[in-house]
T-cell receptor
């Protein structure tokens, strides 16, 4: 069964450093998403991406965040200058289309900012 | 802006059916009911979704009341591996994001 994969599973970085989290969505999917979950808190939507552009973003997704689909398989989330409060699990998801079609999530990347 | 209300926790005996309630009294005609679960800190896992008819798949059944103001997720034969946080989410057709609440922590006991 096709699945969303994410690398690395755990990333440790120093405050102020740039990190890139990588995702390989399900191959025939067209919509891509990033969510995050701070320890003990709810899963929060960050951004959705379709046709090489952001289709929706939350207020969390400020100028320090960016997303990219650098090739036909990868989908990345870049955090330019990490802060302590960026420590969280980051989940990538993909769907065949928007609306009622199901989003499938990856296993997540645990980001720890020291 | 919670659209759903779920009990914070519930226990279930292994092998028995688990019935998870969800209230969504302000649901509108173009909103679907989705259920996901999250086992420990893994990525949310899709379970089932529906608009107004009852739905069943290999994982669970979804019963939606006629007025659509509430629903019940049924895990027919709960196992220890079903211990997870279960999220009931209402979502507008063609909306991009899923809005997760706190969910129901379900503990299946042997």
């Amino acid at each position: 069964e096709p699945e969303v994969t994410q690398t690395p599973s755990h990333q440790v970085t120093q405050m102020g450093q740039e990190v890139i989290l990588r995702c390989v969505p399900i191959s025939n999917h067209l919509y891509f998403y990033w969510y995050r979950q701070i320890l003990g808190q709810k899963v929060e939507f960050l951004v959705s991406f379709y046709n090489n552009e952001i289709s929706e973003k939350s207020e969390i997704f400020d100028d320090q965040f960016s997303v990219e689909r650098p090739d036909g398989s990868n989908f990345t989330l870049k955090i330019r200058s990490t802060k302590l409060e960026d420590s969280a699990m980051y989940f990538c998801a993909s769907s065949g289309s928007s609306g009622r079609v199901t989003q499938y999530f990856g296993p997540g990347t645990r980001l720890t900012v020291l | 802006d919670a659209k759903t209300t779920q009990p914070p926790s519930m226990d279930c005996a292994e092998g028995r059916a688990a019935n998870l309630p969800c209230n969504h009294s302000t649901i509108s005609g173009n909103e679907y009911v989705y259920w996901y679960r999250q086992i420990h800190s893994q990525g949310p896992q899709y379970i089932i979704h529906g608009l107004k008819n009852n739905e069943t798949n290999e994982m669970a059944s979804l019963i939606i009341t006629e007025d659509r103001k509430s629903s019940t997720l049924i895990l027919p034969h709960a196992t220890l591996r079903d211990t997870a946080v279960y999220y009931c989410i209402v979502r507008v057709v063609n909306d991009y994001k899923l809005s997760f609440g706190a969910g129901t922590t379900v503990t299946v006991r042997a």
